[in-house]
């Protein structure tokens, strides 16, 4: 009897499931690990592994775990655009209302990944590449990524990571950055107040709904980023991260 066309989706679902769950462990895994996370027999995991190898979006390590193969880098890469893209208006009219840099960033693997700004007007601002990647502990957007993780993945990412200083006011235990993200989630917003950079302060809100950890900042100087901007800048910016919440669904 020929497959059902039920058959092919379930398959299809099946192979995102995998995608997902390796990246979900950390980038490799067992196919005993992944057996147990999907709940599928071996054999059935074995043979979508071996079309995804084949396809170029696994590959099987020397030690034969499993990883995410280079193809989709490629797809990241354009998906990450097309994102940034969606949501440019936002950020600029973050920018017109507060006047200083917004970015949007999500998380790649175990690091932060900025994938859309709009500058601030002003000639002192705060630059930073659409494509750089930093770390999540000393961002204000990496902060706010990880407030919406748990405490044991927030650990296994710092397992595998650790916390090098970018200042001498970043973040250096993971008591400390556990902390700071209770904090985080317990007012709704994450600051990056010197970590990153000497002399610039950010406020960051994580983007609900978004398909992959997704969070919004708001970012300048500290003498112009103080207390009295960050009571301006807090409500636009919940309204921001709603806003691109919805285009996002849309």
């Known amino acids: 009897m020929a497959d059902s066309p039920n058959d092919g989706v379930k398959s299809v679902a099946r192979v995102f499931d995998l995608l997902e769950l390796i990246a ?4 490799d895994v067992t196919l005993s690990e992944l057996s147990t996370m999907a709940e599928l027999p071996l054999p059935t995991i074995h043979r979508l592994l071996r079309t995804l190898v084949s396809l170029g979006y696994a590959r099987q390590l020397a030690n034969r775990r499993y990883a995410l ?4 880098v490629r797809l990241g890469e354009v998906a990450n655009r097309q994102f940034g893209h969606l949501a440019k208006p936002q950020l600029k009219t973050l920018v017109d209302r507060l006047g200083e840099t917004a970015n949007l960033a999500t998380i790649d693997g175990d ?3 900025y994938v859309s700004q709009a500058p601030s007007p002003h000639a002192m601002r705060m630059f930073t590449e659409v494509g750089r990647r930093s ?9 706010a990524i990880l407030a919406t993780l748990d405490d044991e ?9 650790g916390l090098p200083k970018s200042t001498e006011f970043s973040i250096d235990s993971v008591e ?13 917003y994450a600051i990056d107040d010197n970590e990153q950079e000497i002399g610039v302060r950010c406020y960051a809100m994580a983007v609900p709904g978004a ?12 003498a112009r980023v103080d207390e ?6 807090i409500p636009v910016l919940r309204e921001t991260v709603l806003d691109i919440s919805t285009a996002i669904s849309s």
């Open 176 to 188: 400390r950055l556990l902390d700071d993200l209770r904090l985080s989630r317990e007012r709704g």
């Open 69 to 72: 193969g280079p193809r989709l």
């Open 153 to 161: 993945t927030v650990r296994e990412i710092v397992a595998r990571t």
């Open 111 to 113: 690091q932060v990944i």
């Open 211 to 222: 398909p992959v950890p997704t969070a919004v900042s708001v970012s300048g100087p500290v």
């Open 24 to 27: 979900d462990a950390g980038g």
């Open 228 to 233: 009295a901007f960050a009571e301006r800048a």
């Open 135 to 143: 770390s999540l502990h000393t961002t204000s957007v990496g902060k």
